[in-house]
């Protein structure tokens, strides 16, 4: 069992920044596959980027270039460095992870393990 919890979620405004943070306990984040998902309400939850348990990364092409996904495996925790926000990316924002072999990918559904997810609110 992993239990996930974020923080960092806030209201900014647009081209602004915010880091988000999701610390993990029960189990190292290392032999874990761990990702950033978000959900805007009435759609589906989609996956933003993800970093295998060797440490490759994959970014979702909508946040290219502006998002950042990282981990500290000696701090069990993983973390989401998001630039020049836009209003589009206004939603919840989940931690999640699962055990699984590289590539670090899946929809919502192939992970088990989830945060209680932190709200981004980015207005104009």
């Known amino acids: 069992q992993v239990q996930l919890v974020e923080s960092g979620g806030g209201s900014v405004q647009v081209g602004e920044s915010l880091r988000l943070s999701c610390v993990a306990s029960g189990s190292p984040i290392s032999r874990h596959c761990m990702a950033w998902f978000r959900q805007v309400t009435g759609k589906e939850r989609e996956r933003v980027a993800s970093?295998?348990?060797?440490?490759?990364?994959i970014v979702a092409d909508p946040v290219k270039g502006r998002f950042t996904i990282s981990k500290d495996n000696a701090k069990n925790a993983l973390y989401l460095q998001m630039n020049s926000l836009k209003v589009e990316d206004t939603a919840t924002y989940y931690c999640a992870a699962k055990i699984a072999y590289a590539p670090c990918l899946g929809s919502s559904g192939s992970f088990n393990f989830w945060g209680q997810g932190t709200q981004i609110t980015v207005s104009s």
């Open positions: 970093v295998s348990s060797a440490g490759t990364t």
